[in-house]
């Protein structure tokens, strides 16, 4: 086990390191180790001894980076932080500052899947990759990005939001969860949904826990599906007018559902229940 803290200083690369054939990396970290860095910044010269660097850091190990900042002040780096192993932890107020690609989480060969967890304050500008067969694991519970974040990329409770901060708008997370869908469109509450939903269209509700303690008077006239699994998430209570409703092979719990004036709801295959369970 390592910790190198930098005291605040700048360590700049001003000599390459590597596999054979391939040393264009600045710092390079080893698997089965554990690794912590902080403290400090990390950047690199533009030109090491005849050689350009294309990565400031190539991870194998378990490491850590707390306030740290890795800033990419050349045109040819490619990656800031490279993981192909391990698990990452970037905490503190960590920045990470690149026009490429910020940090990936990269199935690299036969090692071991690494797994990024990212929970800093600070601001991680440039891209980020993701191996297709990994993507989980990625777990994003804090931080500002300049690059769009995946659902599967946020860590559990969380959900992709933004945020601006200094007249600047960035990609971040929040705590939440979403309990239904329209076509691709997700919704943090049954009540987004409903008055979204259009003619023909079919709200899909998730499997969640949780309740809406509200009342909605929906008057349209269109017709609508909800389907789902969701008995242990109280929905709003619902009173129809005008619409024709079709509740669909789902599950749901509703503590009232009331149809006035032209309005017709049609429960197939469905079993719903009440505020007392039944």
């Known amino acids: 086990d390592i910790t190198i803290d930098f005291n605040e200083k700048t360590y700049t690369f001003n000599k390459t390191v590597g596999s054979t054939g391939t040393t264009t990396l600045g710092l390079q970290i080893l698997k089965d180790n554990n690794v912590t860095l902080k403290n400090g910044t990390l950047t690199s010269t533009a030109v090491v001894e005849g050689k350009e660097v294309k990565m400031l850091v190539q991870n194998y190990a378990n490491l850590t980076l707390t306030d740290m900042n890795l800033v990419d002040n050349t045109a040819h780096i490619l990656y800031a932080l490279s993981n192909n192993s ?26 071991a899947a690494p797994t990024v967890n990212v929970e800093t304050t600070g601001i991680i500008k440039g891209a980020i990759e993701v191996t297709a067969e990994i993507n989980n694991n990625l777990n994003i519970s804090g931080g500002l990005f300049t690059a769009q974040i995946q659902e599967a990329w946020c860590a559990e409770g969380y959900i992709p939001t933004t945020t601006t901060v200094d007249g600047v708008t ?109």
């Open 86 to 111: 391990g698990t990452v932890n970037i905490n503190g107020a960590t920045n990470i500052t690149t026009d490429k690609v910020a940090f990936d989480v990269c199935k690299y060969a036969s090692y």
């Open 170 to 278: 960035y990609n971040t997370v929040k705590e939440g969860k979403y309990v239904a869908q329209i076509g691709t469109t997700k919704y943090e509450t049954f009540a987004a949904a409903l008055a979204a939903v259009q003619d023909g269209e079919i709200i899909e509700l998730f499997d969640v826990e949780g309740n809406e303690n509200t009342e909605i008077n929906f008057d349209r006239k269109i017709s609508f599906t909800i389907k789902g699994q969701a008995p242990k998430y109280a929905l709003p209570v619902v009173t129809f007018t005008n619409a024709k409703v079709n509740i669909e092979g789902s599950t749901i719990l509703i503590p009232e559902l009331d149809a006035r004036q032209n309005a017709t709801i049609n429960v197939i295959s469905s079993t719903v229940y009440d505020a007392g369970g039944n």
